[in-house]
């Protein structure tokens, strides 16, 4: 059974960093595309980037695009979430998911294995 555990999560000042991780168990992390989601109190599940099997193609959402980066380490079976010029906004819980054939990388939907998120809270 896959199993996807996040870390990394913690308060932070506006203008911070945070680097986020997932690690997955139970599977080869080379097997999946891997997406983060994030969900703000309220608010619905938002896509925040993918990167395909091997790290050669990754994909943002609009709003954090040129200030996140999705990268992995297939060797380590664990996939990060670089976030760089945090803002009160980015306030969110954050999910990583895994899929074998994920296409529409946007889509939640897309992804059938899911982690218990990790809390990313910025402050102003």
């Known amino acids: 059974q896959v199993e996807l555990v996040e870390s990394g999560g913690d308060w932070v000042q506006a203008g911070g960093s945070l680097r986020l991780s997932c690690t997955l168990s139970g599977g080869t992390l080379s097997s999946y595309v891997m997406g983060w989601f994030r969900q703000a109190q309220g608010k619905e599940r938002e896509f925040v980037g993918a990167?395909?099997?091997?790290?050669?193609?990754?994909y943002y959402g609009d709003s954090v695009k040129g200030r996140f980066t999705v990268s992995r380490d297939n060797a380590e079976n664990t996939v990060y979430l670089q976030m760089n010029t945090l803002n009160t906004e980015d306030t969110a819980v954050y999910y990583c998911?895994?899929?074998?054939?994920?296409?529409?990388?946007?889509?939640?939907?897309?992804?059938?294995?899911w982690g218990q998120g990790t809390q990313v809270t910025v402050s102003s």
């Open positions: 990167i395909t099997w091997t790290g050669q193609r990754s």
């Open positions: 998911a895994a899929d074998f054939y994920a296409t529409e990388w946007y889509n939640p939907f897309e992804y059938d294995y």
